[in-house]
């Protein structure tokens, strides 16, 4: 089933600037799309768009099935939840607890469930140990673990990540990323849309899409386009290490395969001493 789709969709925020240009793209449920792009290409205001916080010029949007309009728009917000790269902007209680409940409250949900609820998305994100702490004892990682949870507590259809990882240190940004990995694990049919500068994340998705000043230029296997050296030239990207590793490995010599990790080749390294 296609979550998303995107058709002929045109914004500018000043007339005679368009900002995205004739976007079309289609995201099936369960796939995990990653789109990478320089800086003020347009990323955050394809979101913006996808769940109504923008109104288009012209195109269309489909969520689930549903197009985009007036009357649908508290229906599609139900369904995408989104995690911006501010870890402090994003924590609403004064605790752990309160802040995971906050996402829930306006639903009507009983106490005794709200309860059993933010204790079983605060162990998603393996924060069980702090639901009574306040944001100032946690780290970057912590509060966007946390902001994880409220959108997932929500049970969305599609999880936007705009940066989120963005404004963490490394130990911060792995977090975020295993815990991805694990609820791609847990759930396969959640889809996830993640926004991000860091091509070693990028690389992690089932598919990238490269915009480039408001046009897709490009939408393919991760593997494919950093195998491309013409593409990466032209977009000025940077290369993931294993994809470095692996090139200047068979350079040498080493009868390396694409699918190879880093341990293998490791292993393969060390036995060739
Ligand atoms: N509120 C706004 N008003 C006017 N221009 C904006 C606004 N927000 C973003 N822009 C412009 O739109 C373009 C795309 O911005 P954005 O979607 O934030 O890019 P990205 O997320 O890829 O960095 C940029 O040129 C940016 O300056
Ligand atoms: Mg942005």
New binding site residues.
Partial sequence: MKNVVIKNLNYS??ENTP?LKNINLEINQGEYVSIV?Q????????CKLIIGLLEKDSGEIIVNGLSLNKDSIQEIRKKVAIVFQNPDNQFIGATVEDDIAFSLENNNIPREKMITLVKEYATKVGMEDFLTKEPSYLSGGQKQRVAIADALVRNPEILILDEATSMLDPAGKQEILSLVNKMKLENPNLTIIS?THDIEEAYLGDRIVL?NEGEIVLTCRPDELFKNSELINQYNLSVPFIVQLQKKCQELGYQINDEDTLEKIGEMICQSK
């Fill in positions: 925020y000043n900002v792009g800086n003020g290409c347009g990323k955050s205001t394809l926004i915009l």
